[in-house]
């Protein structure tokens, strides 16, 4: 008896690669964050640039989450879900990180929004560079056919 099916075995390489993409989107917001605390100092009135600061959120949310699902979809079998599997761990990795060191996690439905659409995007971005890499192979085989006659 063995020890596991390969589509046991393939679960759990795209939960580990989805966990991976998941720290690696997570790790591009925080970074993100951190360099902008850096330059800002509670002394500023955050009012005045609310928007820009919602935009900014959203959009650094958005690129971690296309980053990570790019990086898993180009390794799973089916991009897009592995995309958004990936956004959604990020998004219970950061409400962890929060609660557990700032006591709140504010706006939730628009980092889980940004997460699970970067991952969808990055997912979909990867499927598509799969689908070139074929049918260019499938010219180069079918110049080589013609070439060879």
Same mark, same amino acid.
């Given at each position: 008896?063995?020890?596991?099916?390969?589509?046991?075995?393939?679960?759990?390489?795209?939960?580990?690669?989805? #966990?991976?993409?998941?720290?690696?989107a997570?790790?591009?917001?925080?970074?993100?964050f951190?360099?902008?605390? /850096?330059?800002?100092t509670?002394?500023?009135?955050?009012a005045?640039?609310?928007?820009?600061?919602?935009?900014? $959120?959203?959009?650094?949310h958005?690129?971690g989450?296309?980053?990570?699902?790019?990086?898993?979809?180009?390794? /799973?079998? +089916?991009?897009?879900?592995?995309?958004?599997?990936?956004?959604?761990?990020a998004?219970? $990795?950061?409400y962890?990180?929060?609660?557990?060191?700032?006591?709140?996690f /504010?706006s939730?439905f628009?980092? #889980? #929004?940004?997460?699970?659409?970067g991952?969808i995007?990055?997912?979909?971005?990867? +499927?598509?560079?799969?689908?070139?890499?074929? #049918?260019?192979?499938?010219?180069?085989?079918?110049?080589?056919?013609?070439?060879?006659?």
């Open positions: 008896m063995t020890r596991g099916s390969t589509t046991e075995k393939s679960q759990g390489f795209v939960i580990r690669d989805c #966990l991976a993409g998941a720290l690696i997570f790790g591009v917001v925080l970074l993100i951190q360099t902008l605390s /850096a330059y800002y509670r002394g500023m009135r955050f005045e640039y609310a928007d820009a600061f919602r935009t900014l $959120f959203f959009g650094a958005t690129v989450g296309a980053l990570g699902g790019y990086l898993v979809g180009r390794r /799973a079998e +089916n991009p897009v879900q592995a995309g958004v599997i990936t956004g959604v761990f998004y219970i $990795f950061e962890i990180c929060y609660f557990l060191f700032e006591g709140t /504010a939730s628009w980092v #889980l #929004l940004g997460f699970i659409g991952g995007f990055g997912g979909m971005f990867a +499927n598509i560079q799969r689908a070139r890499k074929r #049918l260019a192979s499938r010219i180069a085989k079918k110049e080589d056919e013609k070439t060879g006659e």
